[in-house]
């Protein structure tokens, strides 16, 4: 829910940076999201965040951030695991 609230709330940003590299936006499913989700859930920096639902550990979330593209602006200071690390 954060996840995709967070998206969300981004959303302006987001289609501007997009834009901005000439990207088109990534159709995503819900298992999609939630693959991705579980990825970022267990990175080191966001491991210990509290969650409401645990998914097991999964490998496709990673391939998935790669493969639609967020990977390409969220490093370094984009960086999900720093972003979403201040999250309460
Ligand atoms: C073209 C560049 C670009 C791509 C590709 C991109 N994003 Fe983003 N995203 C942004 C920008 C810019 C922001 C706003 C960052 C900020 O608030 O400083 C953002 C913000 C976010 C946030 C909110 C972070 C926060 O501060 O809480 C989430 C979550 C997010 N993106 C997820 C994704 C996911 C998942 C994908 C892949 C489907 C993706 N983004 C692809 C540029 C991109």
């Known amino acids: ?26 159709q995503i499913t819900a298992q999609e999201l939630t693959d991705m989700l579980v990825y970022l859930q267990n990175l080191p920096e966001t491991r210990h965040l509290a969650t409401n639902f645990a998914f097991p550990p999964s490998d496709s979330g990673d391939a998935l951030f790669q493969s639609k593209g967020c990977s390409g602006c969220h490093t370094g200071k984009l960086a999900l695991e720093g972003l979403l690390r201040t999250r309460p």
Request: charged share 25%; glycine share 4%.
């Open 1 to 26: 829910m954060v996840l995709a609230q967070e998206m969300w709330n981004h959303g302006a940003q987001m289609r501007e940076a997009f834009a901005k590299r000439k990207l088109a936006r990534p």
